[in-house]
């Protein structure tokens, strides 16, 4: 019995170990509680919160709806631009702690320029936190914005705008918020221009909406990832089109749970996206919020949907293949994560 756990033990730690990349972590979704305090105490904030325990207490959700309203309480205690670096720095800090190795985090600009935030000092905020994170930690990053879809087309063009005055840093496009009101199509132009520009272009769908919505976001938006993509299951054509075409799927299981999109993490689609040869990352999405991070995202599908450490550097490989970087880096990483997967396998062996 005890030769058994300790065989658990060391590939429990195995898993940790594997190399990882994350494409799907939202910056404010990994403040971490006592910085979100900080941030609160010192600009004197309105708050419901007088507590670090009071605000992990609001994370215990009853549902996606109970989420965005959460979330939307949180976006009003950011009230300065600078806050941005302490919470790109440690969202670095913790992805060290999980051997990710690069990260493309996603920044929801226009939540924060509407409550009059500068996007510019927004944004060096988070490059001087990406430069002391890369330089502390060795973790590589990039930054996508979420246009965030509930603010409608106007809005959406003018982020655009935003990024094409400085687009240092910005790989990427997205378009979170409450997709079953906010359909992505009407946004198609606001994608095409984005390609234009230079971006690559991702699409929060088929989270807390059915299969159409990752159709939609596919035909009309054109998008290389899919954001969950979780109602795929749904559609057996959808998943037939989703394996023809590449597209990868930023799949987040424990947030999926958290905000009770799915039952349980046993009932959860990616062990039959996988199986089926869908292309697919894992992620934390909101870690704070959904108390997670990515070495509990592998462990838990090892130890509850039965994947393999082999099957889970598949996964590693996956987000390398899909990141929005250039050929050179992307070979680079390739290597880097076959030589850690290589003593890793040796050690346990």
């Keep these: 019995m005890q030769h058994s756990y300790q065989i658990d033990m060391e590939l429990r730690d195995a898993i940790k170990a594997l190399p990882k990349a994350e494409h799907h972590v939202h910056l404010?979704?990994?403040?971490?509680?006592?910085?979100?305090?900080?941030?609160?105490?010192?600009?004197?904030?309105?708050?419901?919160?007088?507590?670090?325990?009071?605000?992990?207490?609001?994370?215990?959700?009853?549902?996606?709806?109970?989420?965005?309203?959460?979330?939307?309480?949180?976006?009003?205690?950011?009230?300065?631009?600078?806050?941005?670096?302490p919470m790109t720095y440690e969202l670095l800090e913790s992805s060290k702690e999980c051997n990710v190795k690069y990260v493309e985090m996603s920044f929801s600009a226009p939540d924060h320029t509407?409550?009059?935030?500068?996007?510019?000092?927004?944004?060096?905020?988070?490059?001087?936190?990406?430069?002391?994170?890369?330089?502390?930690f060795g973790v590589k990053a990039d930054i996508?914005?979420?246009?965030?879809?509930?603010?409608?087309?106007e809005s959406a063009m003018k982020s655009?705008?935003?990024?094409?005055?400085?687009?240092?840093?910005?790989?990427?496009?997205?378009?979170?918020?409450?997709?079953?009101?906010?359909?992505?199509?009407?946004?198609?132009?606001?994608?095409?221009?984005?390609?234009?520009?230079?971006?690559?272009?991702?699409?929060?769908?088929?989270?807390?909406?059915?299969p159409q919505s990752i159709w939609d976001a596919v035909t009309y938006l054109g998008v290389e990832r899919i954001g969950h993509g979780i109602s795929a299951i749904q559609d057996e054509k959808l998943m037939k089109n989703l394996q023809e075409t590449g597209i990868t799927l930023e799949v987040c299981p424990v947030s999926n749970v958290r905000t009770r999109v799915v039952d349980s993490l046993r009932e959860h689609p990616i062990r039959t996206f996988f199986d089926r040869g869908l292309s697919l990352t894992v992620n934390s999405d909101d870690p704070t919020f959904f108390d997670t991070d990515m070495n509990n995202e592998y462990v838990q599908l090892h130890e509850v949907l039965g994947f393999t450490i082999q099957e889970l550097f598949q996964i590693s490989l996956n987000a390398v293949e899909s990141s929005f970087v250039d050929a050179e880096t992307k070979q680079q990483m390739r290597r880097e994560f076959q030589n850690d997967y290589s003593k890793i396998i040796d050690s346990i062996e």
Excluded: C, W
């Design 160 to 210: 655009l705008d935003m990024i094409e005055n400085r687009p240092e840093g910005i790989v990427s496009i997205d378009i979170g918020g409450s997709e079953k009101e906010y359909p992505s199509k009407p946004y198609a132009e606001v994608y095409s221009r984005a390609r234009e520009m230079g971006l690559h272009t991702v699409a929060h769908a088929g989270e807390a909406a059915g």
């Design 28 to 85: 404010l979704g990994a403040i971490r509680p006592a910085t979100l305090m900080k941030a609160i105490t010192d600009t004197g904030v309105d708050s419901p919160y007088d507590s670090i325990e009071d605000i992990e207490r609001s994370f215990e959700f009853q549902n996606f709806a109970h989420f965005i309203s959460v979330y939307k309480q949180i976006i009003s205690l950011v009230t300065e631009e600078r806050y941005f670096e």
């Design 144 to 153: 996508r914005i979420d246009i965030v879809r509930n603010y409608g087309l």
């Design 114 to 136: 509407l409550q009059g935030l500068d996007f510019e000092l927004m944004m060096k905020a988070i490059e001087r936190g990406i430069r002391r994170g890369q330089s502390d």
